[in-house]
Structures are given as C-alpha cells and as structure tokens.
C-alpha cells in the first residue's frame, strides 16, 4: 500500500488527526501520524527553530520510509500530509528536502516524495503579515524557512492537492478539494468511512489498519 505520513496543527498532537487517518487507512494507505514542532509560539520561530522543525518533519518521513514494509506498506510510494501550519511543515518537506534530523531512527536520507496533500494550509505560500511580522524583521531568512517558494521551480512535477474545509471557521468538517466537488464529512474521497484501530505513529506507536475500500 502507498505510505502517508501526516502531520498535526501547531500546538497539536499526532492523535488530532486520528480519526482522519484512521479513514485514509481504510481506503488502502498506511498511515503514520507525526510529532512536530520546537515549542512556543510557531508563529514566533526564529529561523534555527524553523529549519529545526523541516528536519523533524524530514526525520518523520524517512521513519515511515524505513518502517513501511512492516504494515505491507510501500516506501517507494511516498505522500505526505498536513493540517493547517502542519502543511507548511509538509509542504517544506516536501519542496525543500531538508535532511532529517541527527540521530534521526529513520535514518538520514528522506527518499521521494510523490504527491502533497493540504488541508486548510492554502496560504502556505505565504507568512500572514502581522503574525509573523517580528520573526521576519529579526532575520529575513524566517520566509525561506517557513515557506516553499524558493523551492517551486525545482519541483515543478510534484503532485500537489489542496483541501479546504467548507465552513473553516464554523467547526464543520466539510472538506471540498479546490476547484472539485465537496466530499462530505470524509476525507480524499467518498468511500473514505472509520476503522477501529489508530493509525501508526511516526515514533514508533504500532497498531495501522489498513484494508482496500471497495470503490462505490
């Protein structure tokens, strides 16, 4: 099965994706659900900080990378996921190729990525002003740390697809890939529905379910 790794909202955990991966698991993937983050205010990362969270998220895929096959999962089928600033955290992974961190239990190449998924992270592409205002004044850098731009020409052919949830201030879960149709309070696609069991975790939590949906 193709291997997704997913990443959580700042200040979140691996288990606010739970559910969500539990039902990407369900249409044939295995999942792992990874920690990141350097503490504090994301919003307030100095560039170290920042560069030290891509690492993480570098060391979170060449984890699942090496651990695939144990889930029958295939790593040289690789996607990578995240939500909100989660997505910044993929997409950075998944545009700059930053090496894992040292000591990384996945070990220190990254490997492919075939495809991004974001959900509400549309603004990826951007450091909101106001909010990052002072990191960016205090070293410029902060941008390139944080956001994929400088990365885009080099990886022209990489698949990317962008969620957005239909009431993203209102609590619904609806989520409507951008420019598709809504799908419902599933994730990916239609026949997406919840299984028993959680998700593997990037830091070694065993237990994936996975299971082929029939398509409908």
């Known amino acids: 099965w193709p291997v997704v790794v997913m990443f959580h909202m700042p200040g979140g955990g691996k288990g606010?994706?739970?559910?969500?991966?539990?039902r990407v698991a369900d249409l044939?993937?295995?999942?792992?659900?990874?920690?990141?983050?350097?503490?504090g205010n994301p919003?307030?990362?100095?560039?170290?900080?920042?560069r030290a969270v891509d690492s993480q998220g570098a060391c979170a895929v060449a984890f699942a990378r090496s651990h695939a096959t144990e889930y029958?999962?295939?790593?040289?089928?690789?996607?990578?996921?995240g939500h909100s600033g989660g997505a910044n955290t993929a997409a950075m992974v998944a545009f700059a190729r930053p090496e894992p961190t040292a000591g990384c239990l996945g070990g220190t190449t990254l490997g492919a990525i075939d495809a991004l998924v974001t959900w509400d992270g549309s603004w990826i592409l951007s450091v909101p002003k106001g909010v990052?205002?002072?990191?960016?004044a205090a070293d410029p850098r902060v941008v390139d740390a944080m956001t994929p731009w400088t990365y885009l020409p080099e990886r022209g052919d990489l698949n990317v697809v962008v969620l957005v949830s239909e009431f993203p201030n209102g609590g619904g879960h609806e989520l409507r890939p951008q420019g598709g149709r809504p799908v419902g309070r599933r994730l990916v696609a239609p026949c997406a529905r919840p299984?028993?069991?959680?998700?593997?975790?990037?830091r070694g939590e065993r237990?994936?379910?996975r299971r082929h949906a029939r398509p409908r």
């Open 72 to 81: 029958g999962g295939d790593p040289a089928t690789m996607i990578v996921f």
């Open 207 to 209: 237990g994936v379910r």
């Open 43 to 50: 919003y307030s990362y100095t560039y170290e900080q920042a």
């Open 16 to 22: 606010d994706l739970g559910k969500h991966a539990r």
């Open 132 to 136: 990052h205002d002072p990191a960016v």
């Open 28 to 39: 044939g993937f295995v999942v792992f659900s990874a920690t990141w983050g350097a503490g």
């Open 195 to 202: 299984v028993g069991r959680p998700a593997a975790a990037a």
